[in-house]
């Protein structure tokens, strides 16, 4: 008598580990290679902040171009109107009538003109308001030549341009030191051509 025998199959999944483990394999491998290579935080709030620093040069540039646009500083040799003197002269004389024009014209120069000398040009400064005003530099300069008033405690300056005009400044206090100083800033001759006394 045939006996048969029943035989019961179970069926294994073949892939199952392999596929298991070969997840677990790459997983590993992801972060083994992640920690070597970090990424960078990519939210704007962790960004690197960058800082610049502007100082300014602590030597300054020594080149001819900046040397040329740098300006150079006007200091003031002399700011002042004519002296008292002439003033008070002329007005003790004015009241003859002959003196009369003289003394008006003291007045004037006395409250209505300026002169000034700087390192870099003289001026001259009239008007009422001081509207009429006249520039020269030094480099212009031909001759400068003084004439005494009074006793010698003013002068006139005659400043000859290189063109033929002359600067007549009336009763300047210091003229001589004037003179002097127009001249060596004039790359002058510093032998100051002085005439006699002219009366005041």
């Known amino acids: 008598m045939a006996v048969a025998t029943a035989t019961t199959t179970t069926t294994t999944p073949i892939l199952s580990?392999?596929?298991?483990?070969t997840r677990q394999t790459l997983h590993t491998s992801f972060n083994f290679f992640a920690n070597l290579h970090p990424t960078k935080p990519t939210s704007r709030h962790l960004r690197p902040i960058t800082k610049l620093q502007v100082s300014s040069p602590t030597n300054p540039p020594t080149t001819a171009a900046a040397a040329a646009s740098k300006p150079t500083e006007e200091t003031i040799f002399f700011d002042g109107g004519a002296h008292y003197g002439d003033l008070l002269t002329n007005l003790l004389l004015g009241f003859t009538l002959v003196w009369l024009p003289l003394t008006l014209a003291a007045v004037f120069r006395a409250f209505y003109l300026r002169?000034?000398?700087?390192?870099?040009?003289?001026?001259?400064?009239?008007?009422?308001?001081?509207?009429?005003?006249?520039?020269?530099?030094?480099?212009?300069?031909?001759?400068?030549?003084?004439?005494?008033?009074?006793?010698?405690?003013?002068?006139?300056?005659?400043?000859?341009?290189?063109?033929?005009?002359?600067?007549?400044?009336?009763?300047?206090?210091?003229?001589?030191?004037?003179?002097?100083?127009c001249l060596s800033m004039a790359d002058k001759s510093d032998v100051l051509t002085e005439k006699g006394p002219k009366g005041f």
């Open 115 to 181: 002169y000034r000398f700087t390192n870099l040009r003289v001026t001259v400064i009239s008007g009422l308001t001081g509207q009429d005003r006249s520039d020269f530099s030094y480099k212009v300069i031909k001759d400068v030549q003084v004439v005494p008033r009074f006793i010698g405690e003013w002068g006139d300056v005659i400043i000859t341009l290189k063109d033929g005009t002359k600067v007549d400044l009336r009763s300047v206090p210091k003229f001589r030191e004037i003179a002097k100083y």
């Open 17 to 21: 580990p392999t596929t298991t483990l």
